[in-house]
C-alpha cells in the first residue's frame, strides 16, 4: 500500500531514458544523461514529490529515430539516485524473465540500504520481444509470464524474509541452500509494484504487490478496472491494493499555448517508431481504420498510452483531480522536457492540488 501523506502521491516516470514518453521529434532540453537525470531527481525530492519509477528497455524501439535506444539500467540507476536523494522515494524497474531471482534478490536489498528504507520494486513481465531475443530467450506465452512471475516473486520474498537456509523446488526453479544477507532495512520488505492490466496481471497484483501500476485510457475504464482489481484482491486474497497511473503532462500559461505545443510533438512524432510500439503491444493493424490506428498513433507519440493532461495549471490540476477521483492513489508525470517543465509545475500546480486537499503543502510529507 502507498502510506499516508499525501492524498494524491505524485512522482517522476521515464526520465532514466532519451524520449521519456514522447515518440517525438519535437524540439527538447532532454538527454537523459546522468547529470540530468539526477538534477531532475533532485528537483522531484526537493518538491517534496512521492516516487521515482524508471522505464525498463534493453534496446531502441526502431522507427525513424529509435527511441529509447539510450537508456539506464534501473538496478544500477536506482542505487545511484538513492544514493543522491534524501526522501524521495525510489524504484527499479526489472523485467522478471531476464534476471535471475537470487541475484535481484540481492540487488534490491543493497539499494535498499543505499535509500536507508526509501525502495520500491516495480515487476513487469516484458511485452516488446527484442528485447527478450537479445538475451537468446523468447516471450513465454502471456499467462505463463505471470505464473513465472509469481515463483520468481515466491523465491525473492523468502529469500527477504528467511533467517534459515531454504531449498526451492517449484517449475521453472530448482534451487538449494539459498540464503542472503543483510535483509532489507525495511521492516518487512520493499514495497512491490507490478505493471500489468490483464486478467492475469491484475491477479498478480492482488497476490502480490503493493500497488498496481496502470493504464487508464478514459476515466471510465479507469474506474472500472481499479474497482474490480479492488474488489478482486479483496475477495480472493483479503488484501488491500493501491493504483498508480500515468500522466503526460503539457501545462503552458494559456490553453492555447499548451494545444500548440502538443500538437507540434503529434506533428512531428516518429509514426514508424509509434506503429512499432503498437505492434508489439499486438495492435494488429489489417483489419482496423487507418483513423483509429492515427489515433492509435498520436496517443503513443505524446505519453505512450499515459493520460494526456494539456492546459492551464488549472486544467492541468482538474485532470489530476480526476484520475484521483477514479481512484487512483497515485499519478507518476512524464514531461518532454523534465528539468525545464518541473519547477513551473511545482509552482503553478502544486498549489491548486494543495487547495483541492490532494497534496499537503510543499515540505511536508506525513
Ligand atoms: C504503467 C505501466 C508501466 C510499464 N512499464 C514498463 C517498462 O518500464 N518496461 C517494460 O518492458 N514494460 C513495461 N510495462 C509493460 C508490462 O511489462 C506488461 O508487459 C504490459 O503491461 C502487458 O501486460 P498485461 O498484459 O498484463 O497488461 C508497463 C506497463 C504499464 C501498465
Redesign the pocket.
Known sequence: MLGAGHRLKLGL?GFNCTNGLSLTTAETGFSASWDETLEIARMADRIGMDLLI????WRGLGGDTDPFRHSFETMTWAAGIAAGTERISVVS?L?LPLTHPVAAAKQCVTIDHIAHGRYAF?A?????AP?MTMFGTSMRE?DDR?RYGAEWMEIVRRIWTEEEPFDFDGEYFQLSEVQAHPKPWQDQYPMLIN????A??MDFAARDADVN???VESLETGRAYIEKARAHARDKYQRELSFM??GFVVCRESEAEARRVATDIIARGDRAAARSYLTE?GLGSESLSDDFIREAEDKAILGMGARQLVGTPDQVAEGLAELSEIGLDGVMLAFLDYEAELGAFAETVLPRLEERGLRLPIGVRA
Open positions: 516516470f524508471p522505464i525498463a528497455r524497474t523485467h516495480n513487469v513481465m516484458g511485452w516488446f528485447d502471456h505471470y505493471a500489468g492490466n490483464s492475469a496481471g501500476f496502470v493504464h497511473g500515468i503491444f
